[in-house]
């Protein structure tokens, strides 16, 4: 099993760095132009009075340094502080928009990441065939496209041949039941699921692809090969095993961000999740929200690559090893 | 065999993902109760609570109206008329007495009175952290319960906007409800109690959807439908989808000009028109004491700056007919408030050349003309990144000025940096909007031009153009308190006349506000000058709107959706079905291509 040390190591890290991240954080917003009260406000009137009121009440006149105390006091108690905007609690904004969008993204991760497992392996197998050929070129461009255009192509499609819901995550006239419920949200989820796994899967399957080529360039392969071992047992036990490794790596690191939303894509359908807070948040200025919730993202990230740190040892148990 | 195993597998993943999905399900079942769904598309709705909205909440809004009421609403054309207050007089210029309706009740059963209104205001002017709603009752000094049904409202100074522009927006709470509540901002209200026309059933939390029914015992008589849904947009193109696939009856507020021929060419649809409450203007920085290029304190440069700007050309130009230019710093939707005399500046190079002439600005050498104290008349001419599409407006200005020998540089500033630029008065020129918010009336679109709001970095006030008048300032006070209509009217149309002699904008245009409404199933859309779906008087619409009772019709839509979007079609462009076929046939190429070359090589790893 994995060493004590290497453990202990990868645990100081991520502390270090989530502290880090959290000073970054703080600073980022308060370095951005433009006194988020005044733009909010430009079009109500509001006195300068009014703008200062205001800014004394977020402390946004208070000393940088003390700001910063402040800031890291009420992080580390969970208290992200109050919207700008509506003047509730940050917290309550993230959460509900954390579950939708973790719903969407972990069906949107589990197929493309299985898809682009599988169509990465056939492509690696049979390269230079029809199937390989096609099957990347078709990746590779459906993952360069702009989602926003191909959220709204699905649509149009969806909408019009398909009869399915244009936008939003629920209907509310004629559902009942939890099988009802349930299946609403299926019709919902169908076009962002299919958008996002359409870009998605590109990137799983060309790493893929080259990690098992790389690994079938290895001296043991021919070795194997030579002992008779079968093709089957070949990819997966000798081929795939290998390969894997940077597979997760990739994998820990799309899990994270993905946390962040596809902005694109819910802004297009209205899913109601992280992108779409942060986009808003990003427009309104509203810095606790977009602390809060970038906050919430790279912390994510950090823990999904410290589990993936984790995971090497087990995968392979040369990585523990200086 | 593996590879068969693969194909099946992954064919199995994806049928039961969708399976559940792609089964039908009637859409809406229309035929009892009758729902009027919205869709809304400008700025969110980020809470319950109507003491906490603001101007992000644009969209809340209309849901606050929808549950509550104001003691004066707005009539389709955005005037006074009564609401929770039936009637009203003035004993004198400061004190106003209001006659309450006697009908009205809580959506919880509990009857209205006027303990309600006296509540209602003194918390307003008790709590200073509820920035908009305090703005309302600024001018208030007192509130007395003269009886159950009367109040007396006792202001500060005479106001001619208090009964027109504050009451439509100052929403009454119930005291029974709000009394216990301490800290008012962060109350989620989140089963909302007033008197409106429509009583709060759910939602589902920030920026997806209101649902509301009707209140059968509203006080000024039943809606026509049943339930009201309020559903939150990101996407105008997903909005029009929507509208053209029945899923919304009405869709609004604002569509954007490149979304309108996808509306007007489908049947059923009733694309409606309106100016919005706002418009879009070229400012100069003016400001004695700033540091943008000085030779814009001059009024005869920015006059005949003013003579080489075409306003109707850029209407075109920006909005491709959408919008309406207007050649006063009041938007076209206060008729009575524009004053019709003042017409756009001549637009004629020649004049503007001759006229920097006389004025002893001459053409240098490189073209561009210089002050008599050397200063090169060329300007930024900036752009916020949230009007991006102001750009073109902005180039186009640009070259007019290069041919009378003026610079200017359009480009694209982010939002919060052109707000710090214009508070420090370092910016020159720019293009940006003003926009109405929940106050409606003449005295914001004045206000900016006070010397109250040109004040030195960093405080900063509402001016960016610097613009110092005793007279116009006095003006300004004048109007707020003429109760006359005409008398204000007068004074108004002067102030105007006066920005206008000293060219401080250049007024642009007033967009039209665009909206979709499935016609071949409701009737009864309000006439007037507000869009229909506004942010303050939608009631109106709510109010008037009434389903076509056919049957036949009703069911039609439920079975097969696909049937009532046939037109639908022709909706998304031709280039992006062009885009389709040209991607499928880019990936046919590149696969045959790429597999033809590799033929000779071995294929499997050996």
């Known amino acids: ?52 009121s205001l800014n004394a009440q977020f402390g946004l006149d208070e000393p940088l340094w003390v700001q910063y105390i402040i800031y890291l006091k009420n992080t580390v108690s969970g208290n992200f502080g109050l919207s700008f905007q509506t003047r509730a609690p940050v917290i309550g904004l993230i959460v509900p928009a954390l579950i939708n969008t973790a719903i969407l993204l972990s069906a949107a991760s589990v197929i493309s990441i299985v898809a682009g497992i599988l169509i990465g392996m056939l492509a690696a197998w049979r390269r230079g065939s029809k199937f390989d050929v096609s099957a990347s070129a078709t990746t590779l461009v459906l993952y360069s496209m702009p989602t926003f255009w191909l959220g709204l192509v699905l649509m149009f499609v969806g909408v ?49 692809k080259g990690a098992l080529l790389d690994v079938f360039t290895e001296d043991f ?33 799309n899990l994270g961000l993905s946390i962040g939303g596809a902005v694109q894509t819910e802004t297009v359908f209205s899913w109601p999740g992280m992108g779409l807070l942060i986009y808003r948040a990003i427009l309104a200025r509203d810095y606790p929200v977009l602390q809060g919730a970038f906050l919430v993202v790279t912390v994510t990230v950090i823990v999904a690559n410290f589990v993936a740190d984790m995971l090497y040892p087990l995968l392979d148990p040369r990585v523990t090893e200086q | ?64 109206h929808a549950i509550y009421d104001t003691l004066v609403m707005a009539d389709v054309n955005g005037n006074p008329i009564p609401g929770l207050a039936q009637s009203w007089s003035y004993s004198n210029s400061t004190t106003i007495i209001f006659n309450l309706v006697h009908n009205a009740t809580w959506h919880d059963g509990q009857p209205f009175a006027a303990d309600d209104v006296v509540y209602t205001v003194n918390t307003y002017l008790a709590h200073s952290e509820l920035p908009i709603m305090r703005l309302y009752v600024e001018n208030v000094k007192s509130i007395t319960a003269v009886d159950p049904y009367t109040v007396q ?146 009024v005869r440069v920015r006059l005949a700056l003013s003579h080489a700007i075409n306003n109707t050309e850029l209407a075109q130009v920006t909005w491709a007919g959408y919008a309406t230019p207007q050649n006063t710093v009041m938007p076209l939707t206060f008729a009575n408030w524009v004053n019709p005399n003042i017409k756009a500046y001549d637009f004629n190079l020649n004049e503007a050349a001759q006229m920097l002439d006389s004025a002893g600005y001459k053409v240098g050498s490189d073209g561009i003309r210089v002050s008599p104290n050397g200063v090169k008349l060329s300007y930024k001419l900036e752009v916020p990144s949230d009007y991006a599409e102001e750009y073109r407006a902005a180039q186009v200005i640009a070259n007019w000025w290069k041919q009378i020998g003026v610079e200017a540089t359009p480009q694209i500033v982010d939002t919060g940096t052109l707000g710090d630029e214009v508070v420090s008065w370092k910016h020159d020129t720019f293009i940006w909007v003003w926009s109405v918010g929940e106050i409606i009336g ?75 409404f499935r016609s071949d199933k409701f ?75 590799r033929k000779g090589e071995p294929t499997k790893a050996q």
């Open chain 1, 1 to 52: 099993m994995a060493n004590v040390g290497y453990i202990v190591r990868k645990l100081s890290g991520l502390i270090v760095t989530t502290f880090f991240v959290l000073t970054f954080n703080f600073y980022l917003f308060r370095v951005l132009p433009g006194n988020p009260f005044r733009l909010l406000f430009r079009g109500a009137g509001l006195s300068a009075d009014a703008v200062r």
């Open chain 2, 442 to 516: 003449p005295d914001y679109f004045l206000s900016m031009f006070r010397s109250t709001e040109a004040q030195p970095a960093p405080n900063g006030g509402l001016s960016d153009s610097g613009f110092n008048n005793s007279m116009y300032d006095q003006l300004y006070v004048a109007q707020e308190q003429a109760t006359d209509p005409a008398q204000r009217q007068t004074i108004i149309w002067q102030m105007e006349q006066i920005l206008h002699d000293n060219a401080v904008y250049v007024p642009l245009y007033d967009p039209l506000a665009v909206q979709a």
């Open chain 1, 221 to 253: 392969m021919v070795t194997a090969r030579a002992k008779g071992i079968s093709n089957r047992k070949l990819l997966w036990d000798h081929g795939f095993r290998n390969a894997v490794l940077p597979m997760v790596a990739l994998v820990a690191l």
């Open chain 2, 153 to 298: 409202i006792n202001l500060i100074n005479a106001d001619a906007t208090f009964i027109g522009e504050l009451l439509p927006a100052m929403y009454i709470i119930p005291k029974h409800i709000w009394q216990d509540i301490s800290n008012f901002t962060s109350y989620t209200n989140s089963n909302p109690v007033g008197t409106g026309p429509f009583k709060f059933v759910s939602w589902g939390g920030v920026n997806t959807y209101v649902q509301l029914v009707a209140n059968t015992n509203y006080f000024l008589g039943p809606p026509h439908i049943d339930q009201l849904v309020i559903r939150y947009f990101t996407s105008y193109n997903a909005m029009a989808l929507a509208v053209q696939s029945g899923e919304i009856d009405y869709a609004g507020p604002l569509f954007p000009p490149s979304i309108v021929p996808t509306l007007t060419s489908a049947t059923g649809i009733e694309v409606v028109t309106r100016p919005d409450q706002r418009y879009y203007y070229f400012c100069f920085n003016g400001y004695p004491q700033g540091s943008g290029n000085p030779t814009l304190r001059d």
């Open chain 1, 160 to 208: 019009i041949y398909f009869a399915l819901p244009v936008a939003g995550m629920r209907s509310f006239t004629g559902i009942s039941g939890i099988f009802g419920q349930l299946q609403d949200l299926a019709r919902h989820m169908v076009l962002p699921l299919l958008t996002l796994v359409l870009g998605l899967t590109g990137q799983y399957v060309l790493v893929m």
């Open chain 2, 523 to 597: 009737t009864g859309l309000p006439s007037g000058s507000l869009p229909p779906l506004n942010q303050y008087a939608s009631n109106n619409l709510f109010l008037s709107i009434t389903p076509i009772s056919t049957p036949v019709q009703t069911t039609q839509t439920t079975t097969s959706v696909s049937t009532t979007a046939q037109p639908a079609p022709t909706g998304m462009s031709t280039e992006t079905i062009v885009g389709v076929v040209a991607v499928i046939i880019i990936i046919i190429v590149a696969a045959a291509a790429l597999s033809r070359r």
């Open chain 2, 1 to 64: 065999m593996m590879r068969l195993a693969i194909f099946y597998l992954t064919l199995v993943l994806l049928l039961t993902i969708t399976a559940p999905a792609l089964t039908t399900v009637p859409l809406k079942a229309q035929a009892s109760p009758v729902t009027f769904t919205v869709g809304w598309g400008a700025a969110p709705m980020d809470t319950l609570n109507p003491t906490a909205v603001t101007l992000y909440d644009g969209g809340a809004y209309v849901v606050m």
